[in-house]
């Protein structure tokens, strides 16, 4: 698969694919490039592909609106399996920053902090976010737990530490946004009480 994860309209970008003979014989590949308008296929011909050598077929994608893209490049092969190789192309949050560890500053029993995390996107398109708390702990409360991050804006997502208890304490979750190919986030918070702590 290719992807093409992020990109500017009217900016055109390039992904090589190598397609590399694992047989023990010369083989001869026709290969059918992409269709779409979006999407351009190069490649050097060569008459057969020798074992352990490869074809690099080069692709260009150059987008004209904030959408999801997709296209594939067949590749035949004689006395073979054909081969399929799906393209895409969508927009992502490239200046989405969630810190995997978050240490918080010691805080008298009966009193609360709020550590405020921004959630922005310079992209003109909205991308839903859903909150799941993989380590709860009664100590802390994290909202909103789903919502939108607005084209070109922010939201700010809300963690509340209230110690009840003098411990250190441990508080994890997880933030997935509804982009292709999405990888969760992750981050781990701590938080502490201790007596004789000055009154905020």
């Not at 100590?139 to 700010?156: D, F, K, Q, R």
Request: some cysteine; proline content about 9%.
């Amino acid at each position: 698969e290719l992807h093409f994860s992020g990109f500017e309209l009217g900016k055109t970008l390039f992904l090589p694919q190598n397609l590399i003979n694992i047989s023990n014989a010369p083989v001869n590949i026709h290969i059918i490039p992409t269709l779409t308008k979006h999407f351009q296929t190069s490649y050097t011909k060569k008459d057969r592909l020798i074992p352990g050598l490869a074809y690099t077929v080069n692709v260009a994608f150059c987008p004209d609106d904030w959408r999801y893209f997709s296209d594939c490049i067949r590749v035949h092969c004689k006395d073979e399996e054909n081969l399929l190789i799906p393209v895409h192309a969508y927009p992502v949050i490239n200046d989405l920053h969630i810190p995997t560890h978050i240490d918080l500053s010691a805080i008298p029993l009966g009193q609360s902090v709020d550590h405020v995390i921004p959630l922005r996107c310079s992209c003109p398109v909205d991308f839903e976010f859903q909150v799941c708390i993989i380590q709860p702990h009664n100590a802390y409360s994290i909202h909103p737990i789903t919502g939108v991050i607005p084209a070109n804006g922010e939201v700010l997502l809300t963690v509340t530490f209230c110690p009840l208890q003098y411990e250190t304490s441990q508080f994890t979750f997880q933030l997935v946004v509804s982009q292709f190919n999405t990888k969760p986030y992750l981050c781990t918070i701590t938080g502490f009480s201790r007596p004789n702590l000055p009154l905020r």
